[in-house]
């Protein structure tokens, strides 16, 4: 069974400009779950989408937005993109059931300059 | 608020020594707790994780876990250590007993030596 996979791996952008990732989920998988991680901040919760509604959100500002289709894969979006949105961004994925392990893709790792 | 925290920022050990990680949290029920690792340049891949029932957790690659409620704690433990577990080791907890929405420790990062 293939993994949990992100495109693209490796994205560099300007501040101001805005920026999709997208993560497919394990086959079978309905809840995607996206986390920022950050030399500063560490890994932090952004948002969960299950059944292509956000089910959990973290504390992020609007320009951090989500959604998810009926194939279960996922996309994130940041708008108007500042140097502190540098950052790896890891997407995992799990069957949205209580009690169940969340597998994570290897990351897009996004430079904002 | 959930939290969780790791006191070594990084350790060091040699190859062959035994190895402990802590990790405590805080959190006012009993908890869904996990332990990944995390090697350069790769996601997070899940070694072990605690929901209920027995407190020594065992995990993949020979690891292991203790559970104990009266010191809110989870530490990492592994008998004897291989070079290629160098790496970065985070401790997570399921915020509100959702293990979809996990808050992570800061990590901590291993370096082995031969």
């Known amino acids: 069974k293939a993994g949990v996979t992100q495109t693209p791996r490796y994205l560099i952008k300007t501040r101001g400009q805005q920026v999709t990732l997208s993560c497919s989920p394990i086959s079978g998988h309905r809840s995607v779950s996206w986390y920022q991680q950050t030399p500063g901040q560490g890994l932090q919760f952004l948002f969960e989408y299950f059944s292509e509604t956000q089910r959990n959100k973290g504390n992020f500002p609007g320009r951090f937005s989500g959604r998810q289709f009926s194939n279960s894969r996922s996309e994130m979006n940041v708008s108007t993109l500042e140097l502190g949105d540098s950052a790896l961004y890891l997407c995992?994925?799990?069957?949205?059931?209580?009690?169940?392990?969340?597998?994570f893709g290897p990351g897009t790792r996004l430079t904002v300059l | 608020a959930q939290s969780v925290t790791q006191p070594d920022i990084h350790i060091t050990v040699s190859e062959g020594a035994s190895l402990e990680l802590r990790c405590n949290y805080s959190y006012g029920a009993t908890p869904y707790l996990f332990w990944y690792v995390q090697s350069p340049g790769q996601g997070l891949q899940l070694l072990l994780k605690y929901f209920s029932g027995d407190t020594l957790v065992q995990g993949i690659k020979g690891f292991e876990a203790e559970f104990k409620r009266s010191q809110s704690s989870f530490n990492l433990r592994k008998p004897s250590v291989h070079w290629s577990d160098a790496a970065e080791y985070f401790c997570a907890v399921g915020a509100l007993r959702n293990t979809d929405k996990l808050i992570f420790g800061t990590g901590t990062r291993l370096q082995v030596f031969p």
């Open positions: 995992a994925s799990s069957l949205g059931d209580t009690n169940n392990e969340q597998f």
